[in-house]
C-alpha cells in the first residue's frame, strides 16, 4: 500500500477539513427559517414536493422518505415516477417536465417546493432550465420554496423563501460537497422538534409506545350546532365554544402523560360550503385554549373514498404511526357513531358521549356511555391500567402495526 510522502497532506484529511470548514460556516439561522415554514405548511395540511436532478434527484427519492416518515408531511418527487418523467421527456422535452408535474399534482398555495440543487438554475446561462421553469411555475402559484444550494444559488436563491447556501471551500469539489450538505439539512430538519413526529427505526427502538386519547372536535370539545336533531360545526373561529370544564378535564389526562389528538371529519369543505382556512383557524384556537398535542382532520367527503374519514380508521392509524402509539391501551371518546366505529376499528377502547342526536347509533358497542367529556375523562382515569415502562411494555420493535395506512 502506498504512503503519502512525508510532510504531504492525505486526501482525506484535505476533504474532511473542507468538510469541518462548511460545517462551520452553514447559516443556521436560514435552516431554522426552513423547519418554521414547513411546520406552517403541515399545519395548514399543504403536501412538500422535492425536485432535483443527477444526484440531488437521489437525495430527493431520500429526503421524500425521511419527511412523510418521520414528520408526517405528505412529499412527493418527480424523478421516483420513471414511467411518468421518461414520457414527459420524451414528449414534452426535458425543460418543461417538473413545471408540467407540478401543475399535473394540482400544487396549491399551501403547498411547498423544497428543490436540492448545486448551482440553483439559471436562465441566461442555460443551466437547469428544468427547475427554473418549475419554479417560476410555483411562483406563480404563491406556493412557498426553498433552496438548498450550492454555488451562488442561481435562479433557486434568487426566488425561494429560504434559501440555504452551501459554503464553496473548494472550487474543484463543489458538486459533492453541495450533494453532501443537502443530505445533511435535510436530515437536520426531519430530527427538528418542530417537524419531527415519529423517531428513526434505531432511536425509537427502546422507546415504549405511548398512549393517546383521540378526541372529536364538534360536541366533544366545544358545542354543536344542532338542527333537526343533527349536529353541525360551528361556521367561523367566533362561533366556537368550548365546552364548560374542558380544559380543566383535558388537563387530568395530560397529568397521566396521555397524548391529546383532535381527530375530526369536516367534509364541508369538500362540498365548498366551507373554506378550509376557516377550519384550520378553529383548530388553531383550540389548540390555543386546550391542552391537546394536534389536530388531525379529513377534509374529504364521502364520495372521495378516502382512508381518513372517520368511521375508517385512517386518521387514527396515521397518527399511531407518526407519534408511535399502542392503539391497544389507547381511548377514543366521540359523540357521533362514525367516532366510535373508528375507535373501535383501530383497535382502541371507546367511550361515547351520548348527547341524543336523531341519529343511528354507533354499529360497535362502546366501552362505555356518558353524558360528557368529564364523565369520559372520569372513566379513563378510572379504568386505565397502564404498563409499566420497562421489560414487557410494548415498544417500536416488539409491536407491529397490524394495517398499513394509505395516505389520503
Not at 414547513?38 to 436532478?53: D, K, P, Q, S
Not at 381511548?331 to 362514525?338: F, N, V
Not at 379504568?383 to 395506512?405: C, F, I, K, Q, S
Amino acid at each position: 500500500m502506498s504512503k503519502a510522502p512525508q510532510g504531504s497532506v492525505r486526501f482525506a484529511d484535505s476533504f474532511l477539513a473542507e468538510v469541518a470548514e462548511i460545517a462551520k460556516r452553514l447559516d443556521a439561522e436560514s435552516i431554522e427559517r426552513a423547519a418554521a415554514l414547513l411546520a406552517t405548511v403541515r399545519e395548514r395540511g399543504g403536501r412538500l414536493f422535492i425536485i432535483g436532478v443527477g444526484g440531488s434527484a437521489a437525495n430527493a427519492s431520500h429526503a421524500v422518505n425521511d419527511f412523510r416518515k418521520l414528520t408526517g408531511m405528505e412529499a412527493y418527487a418527480p424523478t421516483d415516477n420513471v414511467s411518468e418523467l421518461t414520457a414527459r421527456i420524451n414528449d414534452e422535452g426535458w425543460q418543461s417536465v417538473f413545471a408540467a408535474w407540478l401543475e399535473t399534482s394540482r400544487l396549491q398555495p399551501h403547498d411547498a417546493v423544497l428543490v436540492f440543487s448545486v448551482g440553483g438554475g439559471s436562465v441566461e446561462r442555460n443551466v437547469s432550465p428544468n427547475i427554473v421553469a418549475a419554479l417560476d411555475y410555483a411562483r406563480s402559484v404563491g406556493t412557498s420554496i426553498i433552496g438548498v444550494v450550492g454555488r451562488d444559488g442561481g435562479h433557486a436563491a434568487q426566488v425561494a423563501d429560504v434559501s440555504v447556501l452551501i459554503p464553496v471551500v473548494h472550487p474543484d469539489r463543489i458538486t459533492p460537497h453541495t450533494e453532501a450538505f443537502q443530505s445533511v439539512v435535510w436530515h437536520l430538519l426531519v430530527s427538528h422538534p418542530s417537524l419531527q413526529r415519529m423517531a428513526g427505526r434505531w432511536e425509537s427502538i427502546t422507546q415504549p409506545l405511548r398512549q393517546a386519547v383521540f378526541l372529536d372536535r364538534d360536541g366533544v370539545l366545544n358545542e354543536p350546532v344542532v338542527r333537526n336533531g343533527k349536529p353541525y360545526p360551528p361556521a367561523s373561529a367566533a362561533e366556537l365554544q368550548i365546552i364548560p370544564n374542558a380544559a380543566d378535564a383535558l388537563a387530568r389526562l395530560k397529568e397521566r402523560e396521555f397524548l391529546l389528538l383532535v381527530v375530526t371529519n369536516q367534509p364541508d369543505v369538500a362540498r365548498g360550503t366551507q373554506k378550509r382556512e376557516v377550519v384550520e383557524e378553529i383548530g388553531r384556537r383550540l389548540r390555543a385554549e386546550l391542552p391537546v398535542d394536534d389536530v388531525l382532520t379529513c377534509f374529504h367527503d364521502d364520495q372521495d373514498a378516502c382512508d381518513c374519514r372517520k368511521p375508517r380508521p385512517g386518521l387514527l392509524l396515521r397518527a399511531a404511526s407518526q407519534y408511535g402509539i399502542d392503539l391497544r391501551r389507547s381511548y377514543l371518546a366521540g359523540d357521533r357513531w362514525r367516532d366510535i366505529d373508528a375507535g373501535a376499528s383501530a383497535g382502541c377502547r371507546t367511550i361515547w358521549i351520548d348527547r341524543g342526536y336523531n341519529e343511528r347509533p354507533p354499529s360497535s358497542i362502546p366501552d362505555a356511555r356518558v353524558a360528557s367529556l368529564p364523565e369520559a375523562v372520569d372513566w379513563i382515569l378510572k379504568n386505565d391500567n397502564p404498563l409499566p415502562g420497562g421489560e414487557g411494555a410494548p415498544t417500536a420493535a416488539t409491536l407491529t402495526p397490524r394495517v398499513r395506512v394509505q395516505d389520503c
